[in-house]
């Protein structure tokens, strides 16, 4: 039986994000799974991580990043919480996480849906890193259109699962981004899921927003260290200009998203992410699981 208690971490703005840790009903210590939810906040689907990585003996914590922010969600306005924090976030969530005496420090991980994948990957960059590295970064359908002038990563394991027919994040830019993390140090893997769509695996039926914002056809680039520029306008900003990035986010943004849930995508999708958590965080000897072949991995 999962024992859930409850997780408080205090991040570097002055937030203090509330959460649950679920523990597996194996002997301690731990490896451990950080979950990072997407613009549509911490939902209830979401626990179905947790089932599905409390057989493997891995603790599951999962944080909400908004409510405690006064936000609900940020599908119309992504620009209320940025990735970038979040991945700041997951950083402040790792170094309480480690604290924990019942959990392995050098064995935790993080794992991300949509905007909590793109914190995800984010995580592994040096530059949102904190002293010490996550063991595992995991992506699920995250938005990959930026490209930050140093790309040097914590040399941690990321692995990316994208959805080929998802026209709200865009997967192609997932694998142009695959090449960036690689020379910045980490190892990577992505897997293209033909036929799924955002949010595979919420079980949900097929859905449509036409005030959600996707900035799937935005290319943001770090030209020089703090001056960005969105490549398909040409509009651009300084780090810490909020206005300056609105402006380009404007030209380029594109309103109307889509998802919905999708069984046997979520199957491969399922086993891809207990062969990588095997393989990469549990460490277990016996690694026979092999991605699937309704995949393609780079």
């Known amino acids: 039986m999962i024992a859930v208690e409850p997780l408080a971490v205090a991040t570097e703005d002055g937030a203090v994000l509330w959460g649950e840790l679920h523990l597996p009903p194996t002997p301690p210590p731990w490896p451990a799974m950080l979950f990072l939810h997407g613009s549509g906040g911490l939902l209830r689907w979401h626990r179905r991580y947790t089932n599905l990585l409390s057989p493997e003996g891995v603790a599951v914590a999962m944080l909400d990043h908004f409510g405690p922010r006064g936000i609900r969600r940020t599908v119309h306005d992504q620009e209320r919480l940025t990735s970038e924090q979040m991945a700041r976030d997951a950083h402040a969530a790792l170094a309480a996480l480690a604290a924990d005496a019942r959990l392995d420090p050098a ?74 993390l690689r020379a910045g140090g980490s190892p990577v893997e992505i897997y293209g899921l033909p036929g799924a769509p955002h949010g595979w695996d919420s079980g949900a039926g097929r859905w449509y ?53 999708c069984a046997e995508s979520t199957r491969v999708s399922d086993r891809i992410v207990r062969a990588v958590v095997r393989r990469m965080l549990t460490a277990e000897p016996n690694m026979a699981a092999r991605s699937p072949r309704a995949v393609s991995a780079l």
């Open 107 to 180: 064995r935790i991980g993080v794992m991300g849906l949509s905007k909590g994948g793109s914190a995800a990957w984010r995580a592994a960059l040096r530059r949102f890193a904190g002293p010490r590295p996550f063991a595992l970064h995991l992506a699920l359908y995250p938005g990959c259109e930026t490209r930050y002038a140093d790309m040097t990563t914590t040399g941690a394991p990321i692995v990316i699962l994208v959805g080929l027919a998802d026209s709200y994040t865009c997967p192609h830019a997932c694998f142009d981004l695959v090449p960036h």
């Open 209 to 261: 927003d036409a005030k959600g914002v996707s900035y799937a056809p935005c290319r943001f680039v770090e030209i020089a260290p703090g001056l960005w520029r969105e490549e398909t306008s040409g509009e651009t900003w300084r780090a810490g200009d909020a206005e300056g990035r609105r402006r380009a986010v404007e030209r380029c943004r594109r309103f109307g998203v889509a998802g919905g849930g």
